[in-house]
């Protein structure tokens, strides 16, 4: 091939190309090289290779680890990628593939593509930099979630159960009261560490086991186990199903119920009405619980699901996790868990499940 015919072909390639002869000679570079190397073509072309870094702005290729006789010798296309420093101090990225340049079936030189990668493997290494980042925030989670979980559950537990025992000898009036207070803070302590621990598992896997449950009977659990503290404050609760209602849930989706009517229980006026229904809508249950409570503005209808995000009810006492674990449950389960105003006052929690998990 003449040079001016090989020169044209290499000019249209838009990486870096140089030809070398096998006397390691300089044949030809292309216009990205000259350009990216701020030379002239008569300042390279006929000069040796591994002298070319000294004048080129980056250091050449060729020069390090040079491929030439390797591929003159194999006849082989070697690939490699090189990180360079250029004399400014940055960090150069190269990917280099060597090809035999052959003539009349005979290997003459090579042929070097050289395509600056810097860019998308400093990327790479930002992923990488960042996964490894993110594995460690995971171990740190896990490990806190054990603390959590097992540790400070402990702990809280002893000091509940010495609260008890103090209590049931201590004779002093004030003092009783002052351990009665003291025992339901560390009650509100246990509470809050096994709902973070709770969701903290939640939010750490992306699929649950289901299973046939009838959600007439999960309903009615709840009730059972609520009916105490909605006496205490003469509420009703009327749940409006009878009739099995069969879905493939997971267990967990009676702490979902729960939460939703202890809330309706706990913000609604004393002597009323909690109400608790199932509509069948085809391939999904909408299950909804009424409450007459003061309602919750239109700005926080969203933000409840988010964790620790109160709105300030007074003398109100939670934690704040509650919804954001009913979310999560909701999701695992394909569905979607919201709350609207109820027309009479108050507020409605609409929980959508598909009937069959898909
Ligand atoms: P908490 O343990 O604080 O009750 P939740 O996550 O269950 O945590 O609820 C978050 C917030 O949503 C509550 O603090 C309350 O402000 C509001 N909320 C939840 N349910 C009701 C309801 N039925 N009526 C009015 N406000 C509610």
Redesign the pocket.
Known sequence: MKFKDLKEFIDSIGDMVIVVGKDRRIIAVNEAMLRKCGLKEADVVGKECHRISRCLKIPCPSGVACPLREVLTSGRVKRMVHTHYTRDGRKMVVEITASPLKENGETVGIIEIIRDVTAAYSLQENLKASLERFKKTVKIKELFTDILTHDLINVANIVLLQCETILDREKCEDTREDLKRLKRNVERLVVMIE?AARYARLQSIDSLDFRRMDLHEVLKNVVSTLEESARERNITIDLRVHEPVLAMVNPNIESVFY??I???I???PRGERVVVDILDEGEEYLIL?K?R????PDE?KER??E?F?????GA???????????KRIVELHGGRVW?EDNPGG??I?YVRIPKEQR
């Open positions: 709902n939460n939703l202890s809330n309706a706990k913000f609604s619980v409450d409570g003061p309602g919750i926080e409840i699901f964790r995000k109160r709105v300030e009810k109100v006492k939670g934690t704040g996790l509650g919804l954001a674990i009913v709350v108050g507020s929690f």
